[in-house]
């Protein structure tokens, strides 16, 4: 079992209603792998800067994440991203960008990341997203986008798409990408395209899961303290991958192994906005994880009585 | 067993991306009343106009409802509400409304009214939901209201709020209400005004549910046709307390009937929003409300599988 990930890693300068923070450590390879790393052993791939520090790269080897292809860019400065969030807490509002090392990245993928039978394409430029998906041999490959790619690069965006398993898209992004304002409609319309597995992610309303074979929803747990939500999705997508490279899901046909993973996905993405950055996930226990597990089962129970009157 | 409502009696003119329709029977009374009549008796209290036929009258005559608190104003006009959805179809866009005999309704309760142990105040003017508390007599009562009255009537809303047992907001109108951005601090505060069980309704994205003893949540099922959302929330919450009162809830404490009651409350609501007024739910079948239940289970089930690694 092994899951190679490329994708950004970054500083984050993150306000939100409930605190602030200055350059702490993020991107969405990072929040993916922490979260997957509870899982199956995880490879990151992305380029870092001078800034990027032995104490950094410590947050990911102490979870056992293989950083051997975090490509270090001697002179460059680290992916950096400014942004804060209102009361909504669903809208991220960025008020800064720096490419930096990003702008000029070549992924190289190692022999070990290639073989890796699992392999996470963060959002990054969807052309990006195809070179690593034609150098890796992942039986799984799964992809996240965004809106900005949606608009500025379709046709390299719907290319890459076409060549993975299953995509991760908020719900407005797959209404987007496929023109659909029934997410039913948008789903089938983006398994048209390729992947056998669609998940739209809801923001704190959860997330469903499609495939040829039936479709899932698991709502948001709600919490009391939702102090920064930035790397959420990223957080949700390695609990989500990371579960189903530990049991070798074999396709769509798994329903329960997929409906597990969505599980485990909440599961993390729960714990990601409790605290800024990777504060909260970079320090969880398994107790922890199987704790909330059954909390989410607790949630979403309920029996099937018929009518009583 | 029986379920006092009081709330509109209304003429709808709809239009959707998938259709319209003009003048057709409609209001929180009625999407009620139509949906609880599946699981209960109901007594439907409320003023139409002249132009309220024996025709419309029969719709809810067929489904077993009491009509018998109908009040008929000679020389009036109905209740009349002309709106639209775009492609987003959470947001209702008002384009007229016309009071006509709800302007001077003075709800006056028959003794059978006043008896039924259950009384859900659908969504009017704060004053005459207390007026209809006060001379109810019913152990469970249940309150739905919107952001106008949030807006202009807080006052008497938050009195009329202190005097139910329940409380069914949209998440949003339940932040408004509270001043409180997080959810469960809404919930929780909405609670501290009375209410014992709180339900926050968030369209297609489902329900959730908070009592002292624990929340409870539900996605909205993934529908492929989704023709008209209007009434859907009154939908929801006559399959939600049509089931409380067929299995004769004692009170907050009883999380397996609410659980329960959520499901059947969001089966309601599904069924609502796949044609325009009451198409859909004056048709139903017992055997379909069990099949979708059964959907919602598929929908939402998923093991409780430990880390595989």
């Known amino acids: 079992m092994a899951l190679t990930v490329v994708g950004s890693i970054a500083f984050d ?4 209603p409930f605190g602030e923070r200055e350059r702490m450590l993020g991107g969405s390879a990072v929040h993916f792998a922490l979260a997957a790393s509870f899982f199956t052993e995880v490879r990151v791939v992305g380029p870092v800067g001078d800034d990027f520090t032995e104490e950094h790269l410590s947050v990911l080897s102490e979870r056992g994440i293989d950083t051997g292809d975090i490509e270090h860019v001697a002179g460059g400065q680290t992916f950096f991203w ?3 969030y209102d009361h909504d807490m669903n809208v991220a509002h960025t008020d800064e960008t720096q ?8 992924p190289k993928l190692s022999p070990e990341s290639c073989e890796a039978q699992m392999l996470f394409l963060g959002n990054i430029q969807p052309d990006l997203q195809r070179d690593v998906r034609r150098q890796s041999s992942a039986s ?4 996240d986008s965004m809106n900005l790619w949606i608009e500025t690069t379709r046709e390299s965006l719907v290319a890459a798409i076409r ?10 992004e797959l209404r987007m990408l496929t023109e659909q304002p029934n997410l ?5 319309a983006s398994m048209e395209l390729g992947p056998e597995v669609v998940v739209a992610k809801r923001g704190e309303y959860g997330a469903a899961l499609f495939t040829a074979d039936g479709s899932f929803a698991i ?10 939500p930035t790397g959420a999705g990223d957080s949700f997508a390695g609990g989500f991958l990371g579960y189903l490279d530990a049991v070798r899901i074999g396709g769509s046909h798994d329903q329960r192994a997929l409906r597990q993973a969505m599980a485990y996905g909440s599961v993390m993405a729960s714990f990601n906005v409790e605290d800024f950055g990777t504060e909260r996930v970079s320090e969880l226990t398994e ?12 949630l979403t129970h309920f029996e099937e009585t018929p009518i009583a009157r």
Chains 1, 2 share one sequence.
């Open 13 to 16: 300068s993150v306000r939100t």
């Open 82 to 84: 400014r942004g804060h």
């Open 99 to 106: 490419l930096n090392v990003f702008a000029d990245f070549q």
């Open 140 to 143: 799984f490959a799964a992809l």
């Open 163 to 172: 060549e993975v398993e299953c995509l991760l898209l908020n719900d407005a």
């Open 184 to 188: 039913v409609h948008a789903a089938r």
């Open 219 to 228: 709502p948001g747990l709600p919490l009391e303290d939702v102090r920064d």
């Open 287 to 298: 107790a922890e994880i199987a704790e909330r597990l059954a909390a989410f089962k607790r």
